[in-house]
């Protein structure tokens, strides 16, 4: 499945709140982003499990100045793109327009965005 480990619905959103913060961040921020991005609640002991998750699987790692921050070690574009090929090649054949297609089937695109996309296509021609 690539070269980076699966992460579970949990350690994904508690790797997002890392990655987002743009600077090392601590379990409480990372708390208190869980909850007001995406409507979690979890106990801080909880938040310390996914956190060392995380450290195991080589996704983020710590300093203490104080108390202690959380910063990444992988970077979220290169675990996204592994990710999307890993659904490209599974769900699509490795079919890019399947792929394309299942998405705008599940939400069209605004008008906007469509611009965008036919600029997108025209500059890679």
Same mark, same amino acid.
């Given at each position: 499945? *690539?070269?980076?480990? @699966?992460?579970? $619905? %949990?350690e994904l959103t508690t790797m /997002? %709140?890392?990655? $987002?913060?743009? @600077?090392?961040? +601590?379990?409480r921020e990372i708390i208190h982003r869980? /909850? /007001?991005n995406y409507g979690l609640e979890y106990k801080e002991s909880t938040v310390y499990t996914f956190i060392k998750k995380l450290k195991d699987k080589g996704f983020?790692?710590?300093y203490r100045k104080g108390v202690t921050f959380y910063f990444p070690i992988r970077e979220e574009e290169e675990y996204r793109g592994t990710r999307l090929n890993f659904v490209r090649d599974f769900w699509f /054949? *490795?079919? +890019?327009? $399947?792929?394309?297609? @299942?998405?705008?089937r599940l939400k069209h695109p605004t008008p906007e965005e469509r611009d965008t996309l036919l600029k997108i296509l @025209?500059?890679?021609s």
């Open positions: 499945m *690539g070269r980076f480990s @699966e992460l579970s $619905d %949990c /997002k %709140c890392i990655w $987002d913060s743009n @600077e090392p961040v +601590t379990a869980l /909850k /007001k983020a790692n710590s /054949k *490795g079919s +890019t327009v $399947d792929m394309a297609c @299942e998405l705008f @025209e500059q890679s």
